[in-house]
């Protein structure tokens, strides 16, 4: 009995690391990684955040600012870091070329052991906002100071932008950022294209369904597999790739009129690369916005999704959502091949957020780095 017992105990080790080295060398492997918020008065610290990320297998971090506490925890871990800077620095970042190279030695270069990947130069800020024309001049000093001190090729500036600037999503080839907002975005996706970089998108079928309930299948908001609807004669699996797709057709649209006319042919990946943070809260389901989401649809309207699903923002939905969005993302949308590099919002509950109580609601991990619900980073 003994030969045949060890011979299958070799079968499975090597069965076991067999499976450990495909794991490894999957190609999206660590694609997905958390967005740590810190908006909240229970959060545990940065040293024990970072261990939760280890623990649970983790490897990339979104941070809204530099934060010196969690970079000192994240130095040494191959965490991968996308972070955001300040908004009160982006007026400075902007008009003064030495406030971004001040801002590049004191938030990356002092800390040498993390890995930064994307700087996140301004989140949602509204072009019409007192800060929108800041944005772009400030990623290109943050640019240029990041290049100057020989990061270049392994960090990547950026800015975070929302649904709000479209007119629609819905048929995703329809859809056009709004022509308001063209002087604002024209630019940046010009300068993302130009130095590699991706445009990150907060892509949240979460608020879309909040919003249009009546027009939205709950399955199709939760990426539920076989929910899938045709938009515009294209199959879409699911709402995330929906969204994200009507952001590629607007980004295309624009990059397409801002080619000089003397171009005859436009480049051969005139597409922009994209990264995402998404999400889903667990919580205060039952504030949806007033006016909306309670109207059912005529029972003739058998083109359009139907109702009655419940309220979106259940411990629950949220557990099948997360889940499936570390699915979905893996392969890519009809528009973009995948893997999307992905952020999900959040790593906790954060009891400061302002706004409806589902806000405070969109952590995956208790105070206690016990997960809400089931959820597997690979
Ligand atoms: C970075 O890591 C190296 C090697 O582990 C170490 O010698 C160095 O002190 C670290 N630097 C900082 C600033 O933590
Ligand atoms: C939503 O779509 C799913 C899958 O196609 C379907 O089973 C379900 O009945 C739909 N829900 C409603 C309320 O129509
Ligand atoms: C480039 O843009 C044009 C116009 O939007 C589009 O037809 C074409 O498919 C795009 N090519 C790639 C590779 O994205």
Redesign the pocket.
């Known amino acids: 009995m003994a030969a045949p017992t060890t011979q299958n105990h070799f079968k499975h080790t090597m069965l076991l690391l067999g499976l450990l080295i495909l794991t490894s060398l999957h190609p999206t492997a660590g694609q997905v990684g958390s967005f740590f918020g810190r908006l909240g008065t229970n959060l545990p610290g940065a040293a024990t955040t970072v261990g939760i990320y280890q623990q649970n297998n983790i490897r990339r971090m979104r941070l809204f600012d530099p934060h010196a506490p969690t970079l000192r925890a994240l ?2 871990t191959n965490i991968r870091l996308m972070m955001g800077v300040s908004h009160p620095d982006l007026r400075d970042l902007a008009n003064c070329p030495q406030a971004a190279t001040a801002w590049v030695s004191r938030n990356i270069l ?4 993390v890995t930064f990947r994307y700087i996140i130069v301004g989140n949602e800020i509204e072009p019409e906002s007192e800060l929108g024309p800041f944005v772009f001049p400030a990623m290109q000093n943050v640019y240029r100071a990041i290049r100057a001190a020989g990061l270049g090729g392994r960090i990547q500036v950026s800015t975070s932008i929302q649904i709000n600037l479209l007119t629609r999503w819905n048929p995703p080839q329809a859809a056009e950022f709004k022509c308001s907002v063209n002087w604002f975005i024209r630019p940046i996706l010009e300068f993302i294209r130009d130095t590699s970089a991706s445009i990150h998108l907060n892509v949240f079928p979460f608020y879309a369904y909040l919003n249009d309930r009546a027009n939205i299948n709950l399955s199709f908001a939760l990426l539920q597999p076989n929910s899938g609807v045709v938009l515009g004669g294209v199959y879409y699996d699911n709402l995330f790739y929906a969204i994200h797709d009507a952001f590629v057709a607007a980004m295309g649209k624009i990059l397409a009129a801002a080619t000089p006319l003397s171009v005859q042919q436009l480049p051969e990946n005139n597409g922009t690369k994209t990264t995402t943070s998404s999400g889903s809260s667990s919580g205060g389901g039952h504030n949806s916005p007033p006016g909306h989401g309670s109207v059912p649809l005529g029972s003739g309207d058998d083109e359009i999704m139907a109702v009655t699903d419940g309220p979106i923002a259940t411990v629950d939905n949220a557990r099948i959502y997360i889940n499936n969005l570390m699915r979905v993302v893996r392969t890519g949308t009809p528009m973009v091949a995948g893997p999307i590099h992905t952020y999900i919002f959040a790593t906790f509950d954060e009891n400061l957020r302002p706004g409806p109580e589902y806000e405070r609601h969109f952590g995956i991990f208790l105070p206690n780095g016990q997960p809400k619900f089931p959820f597997r980073f690979q």
């Open positions: 130095s040494g002092r800390f040498p052991n």
